[in-house]
T-cell receptor
Framework: AQSVTQPDIHITVSEGASLELRCNYS??????LFWYVQSPGQGLQLLLK??????LVQGIKGFEAEFKRSQSSFNLRKPSVHWSDAAEYFC??????????????FGKGTKLSVKP | EPEVTQTPSHQVTQMGQEVILRCVPI?????FYWYRQILGQKVEFLVS????????KSEIFDDQFSVERPDGSNFTLKIRSTKLEDSAMYFC???????????FGPGTRLTVL
């Protein structure tokens, strides 16, 4: 079945430590890939997206993500986490075939806590 | 910076009542979406809307749901007869182009009693 998987429900890292949030998708072809962040009481904000080209994409707030076709993965990374990064992170895909109208399919999210 | 707004932020209703959730998308955007997130679950697509008509809908979006863009600025989601399982956070989103970034509103929390 088609799906987006974020295997980590909750991750805690120390401020200044590096971060990697995992995302795997299961589709017949490479979809468009996104990472969104949601702070409490806020809407979803786009961190970065991958459509084609360079498989390492840079986003806002110092985040980057790498698309690995062989692993059907699109993991999010940040070299040094700040306390303000505490939020919930969602990986999402948009199917770019089959007449899709661009609706996003989300993973369940990973909640990030940051220790001082 | 332009943003998507949603009202109300929280709506409490009795089962069987009709509710209308309102959204004001970014003004030059052409594609509009509704998503929902039941507590503890993933964000799920409900419906997309373009050129004054529904372009795609999920199986969640049954006959109890409808969408409308009544006046060129608002985008509404109506649930005709709410059920307990409709309790969720409802997000509106808009984008300027297909597959471009979708900008999300802060959501409306719907509680059905």
């Amino acid at each position: 079945a088609q799906s987006v998987t974020q295997p980590d429900i909750h991750i805690t890292v120390s401020e200044g430590a590096s971060l990697e949030l995992r995302c795997n998708y299961s589709y017949g072809a490479t979809p468009y890939l996104f990472w969104y962040v949601q702070s409490p009481g806020q809407g979803l904000q786009l961190l970065l997206k991958y459509f084609s080209g360079d498989t390492l994409v840079q986003g806002i707030k110092g985040f980057e993500a790498e698309f690995k076709r062989s692993q059907s993965s699109f993991n999010l990374r940040k070299p040094s986490v700040h306390w303000s990064d505490a939020a919930e992170y969602f990986c999402a895909v948009a199917l770019n075939y089959g007449g899709s109208q661009g609706n996003l399919i989300f993973g369940k999210g990973t909640k990030l806590s940051v220790k001082p | 910076e332009p943003e998507v707004t949603q009202t109300p932020s929280h709506q409490v209703t009795q089962m069987g009542q009709e509710v209308i959730l309102r959204c004001v998308p970014i003004s030059n955007h052409l594609y509009f979406y509704w998503y929902r997130q039941i507590l503890g679950q993933k964000v799920e697509f409900l419906v997309s809307f373009y050129n004054n008509e529904i372009s795609e809908k999920s199986e969640i979006f049954d006959d109890q749901f409808s969408v409308e863009r009544p006046d060129g600025s608002n985008f509404t989601l109506k649930i005709r007869s709410t059920k307990l399982e409709d309790s969720a956070m409802y997000f509106c989103a808009s984008s300027s182009d297909l597959y471009n970034e979708q900008f999300f509103g802060p959501g409306t929390r719907l509680t059905v009693l």
